[in-house]
C-alpha cells in the first residue's frame, strides 16, 4: 500500500532550487515571524521576519559574489547550530555556490581533509577556536582564500566579520542591482546545493553530493503530506552540519512555519520550556535522556507521589494497546485515564512546553518501550528513516497515520525494496549523487539502476511500514557460530536502566558477549544523593559497589529477556560517559562502536581473561 499524498502538487511543482524556494517562502510571508535566536541568557529572545532574514541573505550572498565565488564553487561552514548559520547556507545557495558543512567538534586535520578535499575557497566560522584550525593547516589548504567569522579576531584581510561580507554585498548591489537574481536564476536543480561529509568510524570522511532538487523535494514531501504548517513553531537544536538538520531547514521554507534556534545540547530541555514550540526533531538519546530524568526524579520522591505515578502509566498503556489496536475503551478506564491525563500526564506534557504537537525521531533507532512510555503520557514521537546518503528523509510516520516501533512509509515519489539479506534499497528524487572525488565508492553503494544500497535490514508489512531490523555490519558471530545484533540489546538495556547512558555490547568471534557501560552523569548524580554520596565526583560514584549491584541487577532484568548466546556475562562501568568531543560520538550522538572497542581493547581483553 502506498503512503497517502494529500497534496501531490506540492512535490510536482515545487521550487526548481532552494534559492528560489527561499524567495518564495520571503514573498509569500514577509512580515511573518521566520527565526527566533537567544541573545543572553536569561533574556528575551530575538526574532526575524522573513522579509528581514531575505534582506540580510541577500547582502551576505552579494557579498560572496563580489569575492569571486562562482557557480558550484564550495563554501564551508564550520560552526554550531545557530542563526548565522543558516543565513550563511542560504546566501551560499542564493549565490550558486554549495555548502560543505563542518562540524565544530571536528578535529583540525580532519577539517582539513575537508575543506581540501571538497575544494572549499571560502570558509564562514564560528569563532577564533574554528579559525584556529584553519590557520594550522593553512598550507593544506590551497584553495581557501577567505575566512568570515561569526564570533572572532579580524584581520581585514584573510579574515573578515559577516557584517564586513554583508557591507561587501550592500556595495556590489547598489553596483550590480541584478546580481544576486542572476546567480539564482542560474542554479540548476540537479546542480550541487551541498556536500556533507559523513563522520565513519574509521577512515577518512567521505563527502556525499546533494542536490538542489533533493532538498526541495524533502521539504515539499512534509508540504504535501500536510503534516506542519504556517501555525507550527519549530525548536532547532540538530547540527546543521547533519542532514538531518538541513531537511527541516527545507521543510520550513516549504512550509513557513518559524523556528527558535539554539544549537546547545546542554539546553535543549531548558529551551523547550521557554520557547514552547509545537515539534523538534532529535535524535533518540535526547528522549533518553529526558524519560530518564523524569523516571528517576519521580521515583526519588517515593512515597504516594511515585505510586500515583506508577498506576499512572499502567492506566495510560492499556488505554493505548486498547486505542490502537481499534478496541473500545471501557468506561471506567476512561474516567481512570481522564483523571491521570490531569494529576501526571499533564505534568509531563508541561516540561516540554505543553503545545508539542509530536516530535519526530531520527539518525538512530528509538526504543519502542520509550516511544510507548511518551505515547500513554500523551507526546507522540513520530519515528522516521534516512541517511545522509538520502538528503536525511526516507521514510516517516504521519500524525494521523503511524505505526509505533516503525520508521513509517516511503516518502511519496520514491521506492523501496529489501535485496539480499533483508537490505533495506531505496530510490528516489532524495537518492545522492555521490561521493565527492570517489567514484569505486559511489560505484559499490549505488546499483547501477540508481538505487541506494543502505547497508541496512528491514521488514515491510503489507501497509508499507518499514521496521528496522538491524544493521547488515554489526551483526557479530560469536565462536560457538550464533549471530547477535548488538542494537537491539543495547536499546533493551536503555529502556530497562533510567540510569545507563550508553551499553555497548561485544563478543565477535569471542564465546560469549560483554557490555562496556556509562552512566548518564544528571541521573547517577541524582542517585548518588538519595543514596549518601552526595559531593562525590562521577568517576567515585560509579566506581562505588552499590552502583555495581544495582548495574548488575539491570544486566540480569536484561539477560531475562535474550536468548542464551545472546546474555551478557560480564561488564564494566567505564569512569567517563561518552563525549564527541573525545571521538567516541558522532555529532548526532551516535556511538562510534571501532573507536570505543580500540579505546577499550584492554579493559575488553580483561573481560575475557
Known amino acids: 500500500m502506498s503512503p497517502v499524498v494529500r497534496d501531490l502538487s506540492a512535490i510536482e511543482n515545487r521550487p526548481s532550487n532552494m534559492a528560489v524556494q527561499f524567495r518564495d517562502r520571503v514573498a509569500k510571508a514577509p512580515n511573518a515571524e521566520a527565526f527566533r535566536y537567544p541573545v543572553a541568557d536569561g533574556q528575551p529572545w530575538e526574532s526575524l521576519t522573513w522579509k528581514q532574514a531575505g534582506d540580510r541573505v541577500e547582502k551576505l550572498a552579494a557579498g560572496l559574489l563580489a569575492l569571486g565565488i562562482e557557480s558550484e564553487q564550495r563554501v564551508g561552514i564550520a560552526a554550531g547550530t545557530r542563526v548565522e548559520w543558516i543565513e ?10 554549495a555548502t560543505t558543512t563542518v562540524y565544530p567538534s571536528t578535529m583540525a586535520a580532519d577539517v582539513a581533509y575537508i575543506l581540501a578535499d571538497s575544494g572549499s575557497r571560502i570558509v564562514f566560522a564560528e569563532d577564533d577556536e574554528q579559525v584556529q584550525k584553519l590557520k594550522d593547516h593553512r598550507s593544506e589548504l590551497p584553495d581557501l582564500f577567505k575566512v568570515v567569522v561569526f564570533d572572532g579576531t579580524t584581520d581585514g584581510d584573510w579574515i573578515i566579520g559577516l557584517d564586513d561580507l554583508a557591507a561587501l554585498g550592500e556595495a556590489h548591489l547598489a553596483a550590480h542591482p541584478d546580481a544576486v537574481d542572476k546567480a539564482v536564476a542560474g542554479i540548476s536543480g540537479d546542480g550541487l546545493a551541498t556536500l556533507i561529509y559523513t563522520s565513519g568510524t574509521t577512515g577518512k570522511p567521505k563527502g556525499v553530493r546533494l542536490r538542489h532538487n533533493s532538498w526541495t523535494y524533502e521539504g515539499a514531501v512534509i508540504q504535501a503530506n500536510k503534516i506542519l504548517d504556517e501555525n507550527d513553531l519549530q525548536f532547532l537544536w540538530l547540527p546543521m552540519a547533519h542532514s538531518f538538520g538541513k531537511v527541516l531547514l527545507s ?293 562505588s559497589p552499590e552502583v555495581n549491584a544495582m548495574v548488575t541487577g539491570y544486566v540480569e532484568e536484561l539477560n531475562g529477556q535474550l536468548n542464551r548466546w545472546e546474555t551478557v556475562k560480564k561488564f564494566e562501568i567505564l569512569d567517563h560517559d561518552l563525549t564527541i568531543e573525545s571521538g567516541e560520538l558522532t555529532p548526532s550522538l551516535k556511538v562510534k562502536r571501532n573507536v570505543v572497542e580500540v579505546n577499550n581493547k584492554d579493559l575488553i581483553d580483561g573481560l575475557y581473561a
Open 88 to 97: 550563511a547556507d542560504l546566501a551560499v545557495l542564493s549565490a550558486g555556490a
Open 251 to 543: 521543510a520550513q521554507l516549504a512550509c513557513g512555519f518559524a523556528t527558535a534556534i539554539d544549537g546547545r545540547v546542554d539546553r535543549i530541555i531548558d529551551n523547550v520550556g521557554i520557547v514552547k514550540p509545537t515539534f523538534m526533531g532529535a535524535a533518540p538519546r535526547i528522549f533518553e535522556k529526558a524519560y530518564a530524568r523524569i523516571i528517576t526524579m519521580q521515583a526519588s520522591e517515593g512515597g504516594a507521589k511515585e505510586k500515583i505515578f506508577n498506576a499512572a502509566f499502567a492506566v495510560g498503556k492499556k488505554v493505548d494497546e486498547l486505542t490502537l489496536a481499534g478496541k473500545p475503551v471501557p468506561l471506567l478506564l476512561k474516567l481512570q485515564h481522564a483523571v491521570f491525563d490531569k494529576l501526571v500526564f499533564s505534568k509531563v506534557r508541561d516540561r516540554f512546553g505543553g503545545r508539542v504537537r509530536f516530535f519526530i525521531s531520527g539518525s538512530a533507532a528509538l526504543n519502542r518501550d520509550i516511544a510507548t512510555w511518551f505515547h500513554a503520557a500523551g507526546i507522540l514521537i513520530l519515528e522516521g528513516y534516512g541517511l545522509t546518503e538520502t538528503s536525511a528523509g526516507a521514510f516517516v510516520n504521519h500524525p494521523d497515520e503511524y505505526k509505533i516501533g516503525t520508521v513509517g512509509q516511503v516518502f511519496p515519489g520514491a521506492d523501496v525494496r529489501l535485496g539480499e539479506g533483508d537490505e533495506i534499497q531505496i530510490k528516489g528524487p532524495n537518492i545522492m549523487d555521490g561521493y565527492h572525488n570517489l567514484p569505486d565508492e559511489t560505484a559499490a553503494t549505488l546499483t547501477e539502476d540508481g538505487w541506494l544500497r543502505t547497508g541496512d535490514k528491514g521488514s515491510l508489512d503489507s501497509e508499507g511500514f518499514l521496521t528496522i531490523t538491524g544493521r547488515i555490519k554489526e551483526l557479530f558471530k560469536t565462536s560457538g557460530g550464533k549471530y547477535v545484533a548488538p542494537p537491539a540489546i543495547e536499546a533493551k538495556f536503555k529502556a530497562i536502566c533510567p540510569y545507563a547512558s550508553q551499553f555497548m555490547v561485544f563478543g565477535n568471534e569471542r564465546n560469549y558477549c560483554i557490555a562496556l557501560v556509562t552512566l548518564d552523569p544528571d541521573a547517577i548524580a541524582g542517585w548518588a544523593a538519595e543514596n549518601g554520596k552526595a559531593g562525590q565526583s562521577y568517576t567515585e560514584i560509579v566506581s
